[in-house]
């Protein structure tokens, strides 16, 4: 299995960004994909997760990220609306053969990482 995230780049307060999570290489029908981010002198923290079953969202992005899943792409984007500078960090995306489950901010529940995107918010 391989996961693959891209589209971080530098916005500015109050805009949106996209991110993308491109899993491939496995055949079962049912996964997870959660979103991490980890701020620089920040522990990792989870910001999210979809699988066919469950989602989940962070409180300190609740209302304002969305996940949306195109199952016959393999991929999950990560809507991200009314950026903060405190959203600044490195996003990594990861893999899970499972649903989310009440775990799904325990880093070590994935089973692949993607290499991470570095989104930075500042005016």
């Known amino acids: 299995v391989q996961v693959v995230e891209s589209g971080g780049r530098s916005v500015r307060p109050g805009e949106s960004l996209s991110l993308s999570c491109v899993a491939s290489g496995f055949t079962r029908d049912f996964w997870a994909i959660g979103w991490f981010r980890q701020a620089p002198g920040k522990e990792r923290e989870g910001v999210s997760c979809?699988?066919?079953?469950?989602?989940y969202y962070a409180d300190s992005v609740k209302g304002r990220f969305t996940n949306a899943k195109n199952k016959p792409k393999n991929t999950v984007y990560l809507h991200m609306n009314s950026l903060k500078p405190e959203d600044t960090a490195i996003y990594y995306c990861?893999?899970?053969?499972?649903?989310?489950?009440?775990?799904?901010?325990?880093?070590?529940?994935?089973?692949?990482w993607g290499q991470g995107t570095q989104v930075t918010v500042s005016s």
């Open positions: 979809i699988s066919d079953h469950d989602e």
């Open positions: 990861a893999f899970y053969d499972g649903s989310c489950g009440t775990n799904w901010y325990r880093f070590w529940k994935y089973d692949k």
